[in-house]
């Protein structure tokens, strides 16, 4: 290139003070600049009144359905208070159902506090732990060591709920467990529902075990049992 | 004063360790009153001495329920005692079943013997066995907040 | 017609009596939307601009919002339903008996108090699954988390202290049983079921320490959470689009 045209890319770095000797200043960004240099190309739009309405849309939706529920069923409610009558059955409130469902179970150390304590500190801790910021499907490194580990882990847990014959919590483990064992896997022409499947990470299948095992625990606490605790088809009970 | 002024003790430092040490001392006294006042000195329930009546009122080889006692009078060979008739599990009222000859608990389907022995359910402990007196007036009474042994039995 | 009300809503607008109150006086364009977010005691939590993505249903289902919208319907309801309501025994049954029969839309608000309550529950562990499985829980939302985890504890608190007040026989013994569980916890199970019932048994002083604990010192806390709750997300860069979400 010669010097009347000279070639934008041919760029001599200098550290210069005087301002006449280098008038042009330019700003290095390199791979390791934070990302908030990076633009965002995301679409905004004002909070009032397009956000908000959408909010008052779904607040209004709830409303109704809630009025609507309000006004066609009613609360329950039972006889006087009466400390020497204990009804049969006695159930807690429905969120509440599955815990009482686990204390048929487990004595009331473990499962009335034991349980719900590790339940409430695994969940706090889910986001400090590595296991779940990986992104990456669980079988997708180490299958090999991952299986075994798994296949310990998991016999050990069925052995546990065999002893304590807690069957509610057994058949979602086992169903978990061998779709986890159906994506582990390796086929050539793998669908498009295991390739789904595979790509999950340990945290999705830990969290949906704990989804499935407490809708499970819960309802059979709601439908399946009777008086004395015992176990009744809800088709014969009402 | 020289070259140990960096690490003496100042004025300034001696008075905050003087304010924060009081604010400590402070805030463990309001947590004792606080505990103190959460935890209620008078308790408005009955006496936990029930008086269950004479004692001729409990035939030889029976089980008497007592509702408002909350207790199980039960007439053995070897004498008279009382079970509490909350069950050890979580605090349900159990009831006495004469054609089983079991005490059963509706909550969980615990069911326990006339001893007060556990025979089925989730209870952990066998129901207790409460102390029984004779007051003055030949009345008998169960002290509800004292467990006995299961030897011990009343002669009537 | 629609035109000369238009302009009568301007001036009005631009009164010195109005501006003297929401200050930002006439306008329709995007200043004026920016500032009655953000001049707004209530509203100034939230940005003045949202991602548009982040308000796409399959999103958040908006299932946060509605957490929201229930607690505030329970306020709302709770608090009319307090009007009536005598916590002691046994006058609080028949204070329920009153609300169903005698009060004028009592059996209404008690009904809609019920089932938001129920809602409130459902759509807290709904709300934290769906957070879960879009990936909003992690760095930078880790606290926030927490925060989610906590409001989860005091709303389940919140439904269990409210469900003794009817003192009806649900009411009595699902309490005694839980308490009684309480009670298991070792070392100070039972020092903790003497200060929350205030005694030994489920009675009167129960009955008032939870009304207390339901209606004054929960919800109290529960705003306090929630506040820390909406600013943590204001914090950490806004809701969470999932743009590489890879539970989605």
């Known amino acids: 290139m010669n010097e009347s045209n000279p070639d934008p890319k041919a760029f001599e770095a200098v550290v210069e003070s005087d301002s006449r000797k280098a008038p042009v200043r330019v700003a290095f960004v390199t791979r390791r600049t934070s990302p908030q240099v990076k633009a965002e190309s995301d679409p905004f739009m004002m909070t009032w009144p397009e956000g908000l309405f959408r909010v008052a849309v779904a607040c209004e939706v709830l409303s109704i359905a809630l009025v609507l529920m309000a006004l066609f069923w009613d609360a329950p409610l039972e006889g006087l208070a009466d400390p020497m009558q204990t009804p049969n059955p006695a159930k807690a409130p429905w969120y509440f159902l599955g815990l009482q469902e686990l204390l048929h179970y487990f004595p009331p150390v473990v499962g009335g506090v034991l349980i719900p304590t590790l339940v409430v500190i695994a969940l706090i801790v889910i986001p400090y732990f590595n296991v779940n910021v990986e992104a990456e499907g669980v079988w997708t490194r180490n299958r090999r060591k991952r299986l075994q580990v798994f296949s310990a882990v998991s016999l050990a847990l069925i052995l546990l709920l065999i002893v304590f014959k807690v069957w509610a919590v057994l058949a979602p483990t086992v169903i978990i467990g061998a779709a986890m064992l159906f994506a582990a896997r390796e086929s050539e022409n793998a669908g498009r529902f295991h390739g789904w499947l595979s790509s999950h990470p340990l945290s999705f299948w830990i969290m949906t075990w704990f989804l499935v095992t407490a809708t499970l625990l819960t309802a059979i606490g709601t439908f399946f049992r009777g008086p004395g605790w015992s176990w009744v088809w809800p088709w014969s009970a009402y | ?156 | 017609m629609a035109k000369a009300i238009e302009n009568y809503w301007n001036d009005l607008r631009d009164t010195k009596v109005w501006r003297s109150v929401f200050r930002s006086g006439a306008g329709s364009g995007n200043l004026h939307s920016a500032l009655s977010v953000q001049q707004n005691v209530f509203l100034h939590l939230a940005s003045v601009k949202m991602r548009r993505r982040s308000l796409a249903f399959g999103v958040t289902w908006y299932l946060g919002t509605l957490t929201l919208a229930t607690f505030l319907i329970l306020t709302g309801t709770g608090i009319l339903l307090m009007l009536y309501y005598h916590p002691s025994v046994p006058q609080a049954y028949a204070d329920m008996k009153d609300l169903q029969f005698v009060v004028s839309a009592g059996v209404f608000l008690r009904n809609l108090h019920r089932w938001s309550a129920q809602a409130m529950v459902f759509l807290v562990f709904a709300h934290m699954f769906k957070v879960f499985y879009r990936g909003a829980y992690r760095a930078p939302r880790e606290f926030n988390w927490v925060i989610g985890v906590i409001l989860l504890m005091i709303t389940l608190f919140l439904s269990y202290t409210g469900y003794l007040l009817p003192w009806d026989q649900l009411a009595f013994w699902a309490i005694t049983v839980g308490s009684n569980i309480m009670s298991a916890v070792p070392v100070f199970g039972q020092k903790v079921r003497f200060l929350m019932l205030g005694g030994n048994t489920v009675n009167a002083n129960a009955l008032l320490r939870f009304y207390v604990l339901h209606c004054v010192i929960l919800p109290l806390v529960a705003a306090f959470f929630i506040a820390i709750h909406f600013w943590r997300i204001r914090k950490d860069g806004g809701l969470h689009t999932g743009k590489a979400a890879p539970h989605e």
Not at chain 2, 36 to 55: R, T
Not at chain 2, 129 to 153: A, M, W
Request: net charge negative; with cysteine; hydrophobic share 40%.
């Open chain 2, 1 to 156: 004063m020289g070259q140990e002024d960096a690490d003496a003790l100042t004025r300034r430092d001696t008075l905050i360790k003087i304010g924060l040490g009081s604010a400590a001392v402070a805030c463990c006294g309001a947590a004792a009153f606080g505990y103190q006042f959460l935890s209620p000195n008078v308790l408005y329930e009955p006496s936990p001495i029930a008086n269950v009546g004479k004692p001729d009122r409990f035939p030889p080889d029976s089980v008497t329920a007592d509702p408002v006692a909350g207790v199980y009078i039960v007439h053995a060979a070897e004498g008279l005692y009382a079970l509490s008739a909350t069950c050890t599990h979580l605090g349900c009222f159990t009831a006495w079943k004469p054609e089983l000859g079991i005490i059963a608990c509706p909550c969980h389907g615990s069911k326990f013997n006339r001893l007060g022995v556990k025979i089925d359910g989730p209870a952990p402990r066998p129901l207790p066995r409460l102390k029984v007196s004779v007051s003055d007036e030949g009345d008998l009474l169960v002290d509800r907040s004292t467990i006995v042994t299961p030897d011990q039995f009343l002669r009537t």
